[in-house]
Every structure is written in C-alpha cells, then in structure tokens.
C-alpha cells in the first residue's frame, strides 16, 4: 500500500466549476500537508501549505486536511483553464523534521473553455 | 521565494555514460533535496545534501550511483552514473524555506537510449 493514494484522472470539468481534488494517506505522523501544481515540462509549483486539520484558503484555492479520517482535499473555485494541470500532494512527517516529502502521484486535471 | 535553476533541462545519454545535473539556488540555503520522477510514479526522494557533510541516501539509492556534490550554500550536483534506460525520468532539486515549504527548480528530463 502506498503512503499517499491520489486518483491519477484525468479530472475533466468545464470552466467555472468548482474542483475537488483528494487524497488519502496511512501514516498517522504525518502532521504537514501541501499541494503542487506541475504544469507539463515544468516542476511542481508550491500553492498551499498546512500543519492542522481544518481549512486554508488563498484566493480561489483551499485546502482542506481531516487527521481523523487521513483525507486531505483541494478545492479550486471559478476554474479556469489555466489551472489545467497536475496537482500533486504531500505530505511529511515530525520525525523527518518535515523535510522528507511523500508525494501522491498527481491528479491530472483538465479545465475546458 | 529564492529562485532555483537546473542546468541542463534535458539530455539524451547513451547507456553506461554519466551525467552530471546542477541546481543553483539564488539565495543561501541550509537544506538541499534531489527527487526522481519517473513516469506515471509519484516524486521520489533520492538525497538531501547538506553543505559540508556528506549526502544522506534514501532506501533504495546508493552513493555510487548518484554521487551529490555540495561545495556551498547556494550550488549542489547529481550524478547519474552508468546510465541504464531504467534511469530515464525527471530529476528535480529543492529547498526549505522558512515554513518547511520546499520550492522545486524546472528539472532535468533524462533519456537514456
């Protein structure tokens, strides 16, 4: 079983819908939570960060991590076909001192005019 | 946020050559990271380099097959060595910001033929 499960896609959805992407994960010290976006021939982007349960927003994006239930979630609002990516989450331990990062493997998403 | 460079952007090697990737950051920072990505495979962590010790290897990556270098707090190397076609991927660098957010540079697309 993978430390991170994350649905490969693609996501196809039409511009101004509001966009879900989740993943799940298996190890309890897992405390820090971040989202990447990877556009194609580029590396991951840094959009969003979290150490609690709870959620965090910033602009159109918010994260959203459930410790109890090891599910963390990305919600996009108004998409635009420039969010048409892959969006990659992370997560990283206490005991790593939260610099080992264990990635999902990237939902690819597709926003259509 | 620092800015983060990878030189080159992409190679086609032979089997059995060495290449070395270079990943130049413009501010001083602690922590380096080199990751694989592979096709259809989550970001995978190969070594974090610390300027003036030697690299620490995660399971399943050997010194002898990717040798790091980091002579400074801004400039850090990979190596792939006797290249095989099972090494074509995307190696990408990073570093810790304040937060423990970590920026990737654009990686390295490698083919091996």
């Known amino acids: 079983q993978k430390e991170v499960e994350q649905d490969p896609g693609p996501l196809s959805v039409p511009e101004g819908a509001i966009v879900s992407l989740n993943c799940t994960y298996s190890?309890?010290?897992?405390?820090?939570f971040m989202w990447y976006r990877q556009y194609s021939r580029k590396g991951p982007e840094l959009l969003m960060y979290?150490?609690?349960?709870g959620n965090k927003e910033d602009g159109r994006f918010t994260a959203q991590v459930d410790k109890s239930s090891k599910y963390i979630s990305l919600f996009i609002r108004d998409s635009q076909p420039s969010d048409s990516a892959t969006y990659l989450c992370a997560t990283a331990a206490v005991n790593t001192g939260f610099q080992k990062l264990v990635f999902g493997t990237g939902t690819r998403l597709l926003v259509s005019p | 946020s620092a800015v983060i460079s990878q030189k080159p952007s992409r190679d086609i090697c032979q089997r059995g050559t060495s290449l070395t990737i270079q990943c130049q950051v413009d501010s001083q920072v602690t922590m380096m990271f080199w990751y694989r990505q592979q096709p259809g495979q989550s970001l995978t962590l190969i070594a974090t380099?610390?300027?003036?010790?030697?690299?620490?290897?995660e399971s399943g990556f050997v010194i002898d097959k990717f040798p790091i270098s980091r002579p400074n707090l801004t400039f850090s190397t990979l190596t792939v060595s006797n290249m095989s076609p099972e090494d074509s991927s995307i190696y990408l660098c990073?570093?810790?910001?304040?937060?423990?957010?970590?920026?990737f540079g654009p990686g390295t697309r490698l083919t091996v033929t």
């Open positions: 380099a610390n300027q003036g010790s030697e690299a620490t290897y």
């Open positions: 990073s570093f810790v910001g304040g937060f423990y957010e970590q920026y």
């Open positions: 190890n309890s010290a897992f405390q820090y």
């Open positions: 979290t150490y609690s349960s």
